[in-house]
């Protein structure tokens, strides 16, 4: 009779894990279609974005400055979204590893109760059959919770890669948004910021002034000579001033200058 209650306990249980590792299970699945909707729209409001400053352009001329604060605002919309559903995958894993711990510890507990059963029937020849039926229902209750284990792993791996993504995505995204390019200088191999240089700046020798002009546009050249004002640069006409593509400033060279020795 004890043996009987024991085998009825342990199916009790047996079924109480199996409805939990359904929940689970349910759980899981819930996560990942509510990652796939969060995917879906954010790809709906990139969309809506672009339309929306495509009939912008259509219907309005706008100044550089415009375009310029329409642009940062956009990748400022996207970052939001992207930085959402990162925070979103990051939880899922969180929640994931959570079950995959309670599967683990059903696990060891099914693993402790089959030892238990197989030291009893060893120690018991006259235990009848329904043992045996009872032991091979704790060890397919294990290989299930097992399997589940390794279903969480692999959901658990995906969504790590996916988050990982999205990270790097999030870092190119806001290293674009400092240095006002593509977000590709500085992360791929062998790039750098001096690989690619602005431009010498319009500077004037007789003006003494950087934007404005070059020397040789001036327009106080076509003035009387004893109204040019004086340079303060103290080389020869014909000499090529040193300019740093660095600085963007002249008076020292980009292979000599101090600040590309500091990063």
């Not at 672009?50 to 996207?78: C, H, M, P, W, Y």
């Amino acid at each position: 009779m004890s043996v009987t209650k024991t085998l009825e306990a342990l199916k009790q249980q047996n079924s109480k894990f199996q409805e939990e590792l359904s929940l689970s299970q349910e759980r899981s699945s819930s996560e990942s279609q509510h990652i796939r909707t969060l995917c879906k729209e954010i790809a709906a409001d990139r969309e809506t974005l672009s339309n929306q400053e495509t009939g912008e352009e259509r219907n309005f001329q706008k100044t550089d400055e415009d375009k310029e604060l329409e642009t940062l605002r956009n990748e400022i919309a996207v970052l939001r979204g992207e930085n959402a559903m990162a925070k979103t995958l990051q939880t899922a894993v969180e929640m994931l590893e959570r079950d995959k711990a309670q599967l683990q510890e059903r696990v060891t507990s099914l693993e402790q109760r089959l030892m238990g059963r197989q030291v009893s029937e060893g120690g018991d020849s006259g235990v009848p059959s329904s043992g045996d039926t009872a032991l091979d229902q704790l060890r397919e209750e294990k290989e299930f919770a097992e399997g589940q284990i390794n279903f969480l792993n692999s959901v658990i791996v995906d969504l790590q890669r996916k988050n990982e993504e999205l990270k790097v995505k999030l870092k190119k995204m806001a290293l674009a948004e400092f240095n006002g390019n593509d977000g590709t200088d500085g992360l791929e191999e062998g790039g750098s910021k001096k690989d690619k240089k602005a431009p010498p700046r319009l500077f004037c020798d007789i003006c003494d002034c950087f934007d404005l002009h070059d020397t040789e546009d001036c327009p106080t050249q076509a003035q009387s000579p004893d109204s040019v004002p004086h340079s303060s640069f103290k080389g020869k006409p014909a000499d090529q001033r040193p300019y740093c593509d660095i600085c963007e400033a002249f008076g020292h060279s980009t292979e000599s200058c101090q600040e590309d020795q500091t990063f």
